[in-house]
């Protein structure tokens, strides 16, 4: 399928989907697949949801977009929800992870130079991933992310994850750091998963030293883990949240939610989005929401996920190449001792929709709305792939 007309950013694999129901996607072909990733975390509720579509369809025929010079009161009504969910103040709209992100970068440097800090820095860890913009590709902890567009953006600090040792060095040695961005589980990295006390760690770092604790939870958030938000898991309330993937089951929208002070930094003219919240994206993300708490979505991907991860347990925890088995919820990795890339084109053929990612990691998310069947299925067939890749040829 030769294609000159698209810019050549993605490696893509020759498969074109035209139909989505449930967990399941046909190509052109009429060949059925059953999707494990969910389009990268974003399609919780599965493809086609009739609550998300109906949405859409009322929405569009009735108000797409305004602008953000007006009131929008599908937006208050999203905010709203989402402050009850995360018992955070204040909510701003975007479009996409790396938006929310940045609006956080921007948020915790306007931060710093109304407490009189000239250069403010933001620490960032090894192995992340924010975005692809200019200052989130900077915060990014991965150097293929940043190579070729240097210069990059100035004002971060890099220590290694789950370390911390690493952030306490820091606070002896800098006096302009005004906040830490971080996962609560590395997403991109390998779904990389902290002691259990790491976040509680890094809130009382961020409340000593009076730095904003800004959590990236644009894969791990929406119910992904078992709890609406990776941080409830540690009890821990950050300062800044942002969310993305799976918040409008893919109609793009993204948030960048804050409390305390963080909550009113921003002030008319410092930041904005012609998109951002617009009545059409707004009113998917309101089905997402109702939807998940009706159908208990929440427990149930905590539910899925054990299952999951007991049967890749069972499966795979003696076989030889086999380094780890881990898992959150539905945010599940099997990680080999090699590259393993091309077991993504076996699952596939298999009609299998799965990731690999920091080379070596064996990554799932898949809808939340999966079946015992369909779960019980993937982790038999990528099983299956698993060992017969790592099987002497
Ligand atoms: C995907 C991702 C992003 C970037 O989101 P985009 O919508 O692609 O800009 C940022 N942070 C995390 C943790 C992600 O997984």
Known sequence: MANDTLMTTYARLPVRFVRGEGARLWDTEGREYLDALSGVAVCGLGHAHPAVAAALCAQAGTLIHTSNIYEIPLQEELAAHLLRLSGLERAFFCNSGCEANEAAIKLARLHGHKRGIKEPAIIVMEGSFHGRTLATLTATGNRKVQAGFEPLVKGFVRVPYNDLDALCTVAENSDNV??????????????????????????????????????????????????????????????????????????????????????TTFEPGNHGSTFGGNPLACSAALAVISTTEKEALVARAAQLGQRMLDGFTQRLANTAGVVAIRGLGLMLAVELDRPCGELVKSALARGLLINVTADKVVRLLPPLILSDAQADRIVAEVSQSIVEFLAPK
Not at 201 to 225: I, S
Not at 227 to 256: E, T, Y
Request: proline share 5%.
């Open 178 to 263: 005004v906040a830490v961005l971080v996962e609560p589980v590395q997403g991109e990295g390998g779904i990389r998963i902290p002691d259990a006390d790491y976040l509680a760690g890094v809130r009382a770092l961020c409340d000593k030293h009076q730095w904003l604790m800004m959590l990236d939870e644009v894969q791990t958030g929406m119910g992904r883990t078992g709890r609406w938000f990776a941080c409830q898991h540690s009890n821990v309330q950050p300062d800044v949240m942002v969310l993305a993937k799976g918040l409008g089951n893919g109609m793009p929208i993204g948030v960048c939610l804050a409390r305390g002070t963080a909550a």
